[in-house]
């Protein structure tokens, strides 16, 4: 099974990891944190053209809703909520062993990525396997029995696949997966999102009015009287 | 495009965050570098997902719907660490409006004490 990659996608993802990697150097270096915050969207959004790149489109979909969409929002509102952030996020002292964690850390993954001898899509032999995942994948039914609708031209010998199969159609596919084999695990996420609002509330509501306030009125009330 | 250079990419990304969360003092600057690193590891797990093959279509079992599906674990890992990375945006800002609110400043150095 032979999964080609144009040309064209090749030049797609090195664009696309161009425009990541620059905004994010400048979500690290700019010292002006509100322009830090507009290039962090920049820089997730070329994370979502990424996805799409290696065909990924509900995880490119997502990424572009929650993060270019929501907690770019959401950064954007908490530089201009906080006043004094206007005078720049100074860079501390650690600006060199930053760059050195920074160096060490790709070094080491750079290092891993190319020595590593990764087994590729070519090593699966099993004509059904290779059918659903480049022609067309269609789901049946409660039992395991797969249906494969072929996409291939009639009678050509030799079709270069690029992206076909579950990897194009891949959103229904991700779909029964999330409700039949990470069921639990998709109910705990909700679980951790009401926590993460209950959270959030109990941090952001105005502090109590208790204690600090009420106790010395009746002092005043006192003083008051005996005047 | 290989997974070589996709991997690469996640690396250098995952490289500048961590930069971003030692170097920078403003507590906002280090969860937007907290959300490039969360933004390098997706990367490698939807690369992994595209790239090699799915262990249970290579066991030489009959192949059912679910090897097939599980072609596509990177992509549910990506979608769940997603979730939980806005969940953790939302909390830490919470956080760090709190700290405002205590001490005026959103800098880490004055973060150190936690009095109260």
């Known amino acids: 099974m032979i999964m080609e990659v144009s040309a064209l996608t090749t030049i797609a993802f090195w664009a696309a990891s161009a425009m990541t990697l620059g905004f994010a150097a400048i979500v690290v270096t700019q010292r002006d944190v509100f322009r830090a915050a507009i290039a962090l969207a920049g820089s997730f959004l070329g994370v979502g053209i990424l996805y799409f790149v290696l065909s990924a489109e509900f995880v490119g979909v997502v990424q572009i809703l929650v993060y270019v969409g929501a907690i770019s929002v959401l950064m954007a509102f908490a530089v201009m909520f906080i006043q004094d952030i206007a005078s720049g996020s100074r860079p501390s002292q650690g600006r060199i062993v930053g760059a050195a964690v920074a160096v060490l850390i790709f070094a080491a993954l750079a290092f891993t990525a190319y020595n590593t001898n990764w087994s590729t899509m070519d090593e699966i032999t099993d004509p059904v396997a290779v059918a659903a995942l480049t022609e067309g994948y269609v789901e049946v039914g409660e039992d395991d029995n797969i249906t494969v609708v072929t996409t291939a031209p009639v009678g050509s010998t030799e079709v270069v696949i690029e992206n076909d199969g579950v990897f194009v159609d891949s959103t229904s596919a991700l779909g029964v997966s999330l409700i039949r084999e990470y069921m639990l695990a998709f109910e705990i996420i909700g679980l951790l999102m009401v926590a993460t609002l209950i959270g959030g509330l109990m941090l952001m509501r105005d502090p109590p009015k208790g204690r600090d306030e009420q106790e010395p009125e009746p002092e005043a009330e006192i003083g008051g009287a005996s005047v | 495009m290989t997974i070589e250079n996709v991997l690469l990419v996640s690396?250098?990304?995952?490289?500048?965050?961590?930069?971003?969360?030692?170097?920078?003092?403003?507590?906002?600057?280090?969860?937007?570098?907290?959300?490039?690193?969360?933004?390098?590891?997706?990367?490698?797990?939807?690369?992994?997902?595209?790239?090699?093959?799915?262990?249970?279509?290579?066991?030489?079992?009959?192949?059912?719907?679910?090897?097939?599906?599980?072609?596509?674990?990177?992509?549910?890992?990506?979608?769940?660490?997603t979730a939980v990375a806005a969940g953790e945006a939302a909390l830490?800002?919470?956080?760090?409006?709190?700290?405002?609110?205590?001490a005026e400043s959103v800098e880490i150095t004055d973060a150190a004490e936690m009095k109260n």
């Open chain 2, 11 to 81: 690396a250098a990304l995952f490289a500048l965050g961590a930069y971003g969360v030692v170097s920078r003092r403003s507590l906002i600057t280090v969860i937007m570098s907290l959300e490039l690193m969360f933004n390098g590891v997706v990367i490698a797990a939807v690369a992994f997902s595209r790239f090699t093959p799915a262990a249970a279509l290579m066991s030489g079992d009959p192949v059912t719907a679910e090897a097939i599906r599980s072609a596509l674990t990177g992509h549910v890992f990506a979608i769940f660490v």
């Open chain 2, 92 to 102: 830490a800002f919470a956080l760090v409006f709190a700290m405002y609110r205590a």
